[in-house]
DNA sequence: TCCATTTGTGTATTTTGTACACATATATTT
DNA sequence: AAATATATGTGTACAAAATACACAAATGGA
């Protein structure tokens, strides 16, 4: 039976998370400090092994449950990380998940828990990270880039709803780009719904709530 | 050591290569008859299981070499299926390749070797293939849809240049609509490269012959 | 009550995409 | 050899989309 055969053994699936957030206009990504060998003090993305009776997906959700509080209901694979020496232990397949939240809405073990400690680090101060996790990073953030125009993404940002000039925010945040606010409107419009409430969202006037409408799509970038 | 729990054994990893051409304004796609169990006799997409010492993208171009006789220089990941039944034998994770050639340009194995023959089949005309293969064919053509407005993927269709009308023939046979000539050109032009060469593609008058420029790539669709 | 900040709206210009018709070259037929 | 059918190659007018841009209204804080 050929999967007997040693050169189909020991291939191991490690699932990589990488969870975005944006604090007040700044794009920040959620690491994890390790506390075991190898990389033992390296902080390092989110990240774990796959078991053999669970999707991928559910291991990356529960992987990252286990090493920073954090209960999603879902992320996004990004790219698959497969170089022969990604793990000094043994052939070690990488999967990447992405994800965005509002680090507002959730909490993370954060020097509190002795197998992990968790933060929410900016784009432009990001350490050596244990494994090929910085490579791994860098690919997430320009796949974030890419996705974002598809509002997919952004409804884990928003569970409860948005206004323009958060969504906005959120856009130029991640884009790292400067956008009218004029336009903005005129393209998210027919794509959103308005729900008739209104909120306050940096204080002064109150802005209003909008939802994502699930049948529709943007396709351009700004 | 982690690695020896049970909960992380036994995962296998399959490639699974779906390779599209397109022949006289028809897309096809490359199956292989299995002449082992499981599915012995059943059609289905050329793969097999990754070795643990290479590469996924070079298992996937060994196994398509092995199964077909084809030897290519580059295929495209586009998909992991992870369902835990995929295969009765043990847990197997398939990774998708998929890539585009003109099978003018290559001899397949057909009906001459004892471990597998293969053949190019309509898209309309698939048969049911083994494993959950006609799912990942599905995944495959859309995919092909969404990828062949970057011209990279048709590289490896017209690894000599190609006329215009051969170009647009391809495009329309895989999107499955027509495009007017004249706009079609304008589009095309600022992407590609005149070699001040001429060839016949369907007798009559001589085509131009061009190349596409490496650093230009088109990002909308037609 | 004044000021600073934030939300909200419309129009003109530029760019891009789409629709559309005829001339030239050449293999094939008569 | 001439006529015909088929394929390649080109420009322009119109429509749609993206971009640039300025002011009014609401409200918290000084």
Redesign the pocket.
Known sequence: MELKNPLYKNIGIHVIITLFTVEKGITKVLLVRRTNEPFKGSWSLPSGAMYNNELIKDGALRELKEKTGIELEDLTPFRTFDSLDRSPVQRMIGIGYMGIIDSKRVEILKNTNKTSNADWFKLDEIPELAYDHNDILNHAILKLKERIIDTDILKTFFPNGF???ELQNVYESILDIEI????F???MLPLIIDTHK?I?????????LYKFDKRKKDT?I?
């Open positions: 206004t323009l000039p009218d606010r004029r336009n409107r005129k393209k209104e306050n969202y940096l204080g002064k006037k109150k802005a209003k351009s700004f």
